[in-house]
Each structure stands twice: as C-alpha cells, then as structure tokens.
C-alpha cells in the first residue's frame, strides 16, 4: 500500500519562506505523479502543483507561479514544495498525493497524505 506522510507545516509571516516535505512509501507505476493541493475552510481543494519521478517535470498553479518549486529525491522517495514570498491567502491545509498520470485534477490521484497546515500571518 503506497503511503504518503506530509510535514514542515507550521506559522509563518507574510513574506517569509517555508518548506514541505512528503515522503512516499513507495514508488509504483501508480505513483507516476506526486502532486500538492491545499485547501482552505469553506474553499474547494485547488490544484498547486506537480512534479514527475521519472522526469522531474513540474507544473505549477498561476497562483503560485514563481513563488513556489517543486522538487524530488528519488533515492529517498522524497517531494519537496518550497514556499517563497507566502502571502495570507496561502493559509491552508497542504496535502501531497500520487497518481499514475500527471495533471491539476485532483481525480488524477489516487493516494493522498494526511495533510499539514500551513498558516501565514500579516
């Protein structure tokens, strides 16, 4: 069973930096794709970004767009998502899945982490 297990959530000022971690179990043909999502109280869960274990093709949301990267270790089976130039609109719990084809849908994904939340104070 592929397993997904988020950290690096916490309190963070407006502007600042923060870097999260998802360490994944396993790598299958099921996990092609680790993707990150959030989502806010009373807000849908929106699409933030993906990267490819086998390429490390990434793709990224507009809204976060040249403020957040998306990286791997492979040998660690390992995604990073680092969070620069955080604005209060980026409070939300962040969640990390695999999926066996890459997109922004979350139907994509058939695993997902736990979750951790990320607050940014003004």
Known sequence: QVQLVESGGGLVQAGGSLRLSCAASIRTSSTYAMGWFRQAPGNEREFVGFITWSGGRTSY??????????????????????????????????????????????????????GTQVTVSS
């Open 61 to 114: 949301a507009d809204s976060v767009k040249g403020r957040f990267t998306i990286s791997r270790d492979n040998a660690k089976n390992t995604v990073f998502l680092q969070m620069n130039s955080l604005k209060p609109e980026d409070t939300a719990v962040y969640y990390c899945a695999a999926g066996a084809v890459s997109g922004s849908s979350s139907k994509n994904y058939g695993y997902w982490g736990q």
